[in-house]
């Protein structure tokens, strides 16, 4: 995994924070516990609620972000609202080329739940792991298929979790 802080302007992090809240009373959600296969679906009783980046934003994240990524043919980016109970399972993104997430809450508690722990590349299997507090406009990038999960947001939390998802394929 490789973390990248700062990765957005600040005018592009405030522009597709404004286009996620602007979404929220909209009728343009679908629910992680339809999209996602059973299998990252493990253990997790909250659901994640998903909704493309309008076309515009999308073409300013290509813009700013395609130097971070291996060569792709296409780009998928999408806004996650990470509910309360809402996580991910262990799982590797097969089938992409890479996966990437970018935080958008301005902050993030340790309580909070929602952390993002990863297996090292370099060594699997030893039972050392890797994990990571959202913090403001950083990307994670995962280019190399590395297991990874999202603990579960805690019930208490007083803000869901914001994430732009991204994928790259061949």
């Excluded at 602007?22 to 609620?49: E, H, V």
């Excluded at 971070?68 to 999408?78: E, G, S």
């Excluded at 508690?109 to 406009?137: Q, R, V």
Aim: with cysteine; net charge positive; charged share 20%.
């Amino acid at each position: 995994m490789k973390t990248i802080k700062n990765v957005l302007s600040e005018d592009l992090y405030k522009k597709c924070c404004m286009d996620l809240r602007k979404k929220f009373n909209s009728f343009c959600w679908a629910s992680s516990s339809l999209l996602w296969t059973k299998d990252i679906r493990i253990q997790q009783s909250g659901t994640c609620m998903v909704t493309p980046v309008s076309p515009k934003l999308f073409h300013r994240l290509e813009r700013e972000l395609k130097p971070h990524f291996p060569d792709y043919n296409k780009l998928m980016c999408q806004y996650y609202v990470w509910q309360p109970h809402s996580g991910i399972s262990g799982h590797t993104d097969v089938g992409r080329l890479f996966g990437a997430t970018i935080y958008l809450n301005e902050q993030w508690g340790e309580n909070s739940g929602g952390w993002l722990i990863w297996e090292d590349a370099e060594s699997p299997k030893t039972g050392i792991y890797t994990s990571i507090l959202p913090k403001k406009n950083l990307m994670v990038l995962n280019d190399k298929q590395q297991w990874h999960l999202v603990t579960s947001v805690a019930s208490g939390c007083l803000e869901y979790r914001y994430t732009i998802q991204i994928w790259g394929d061949e």
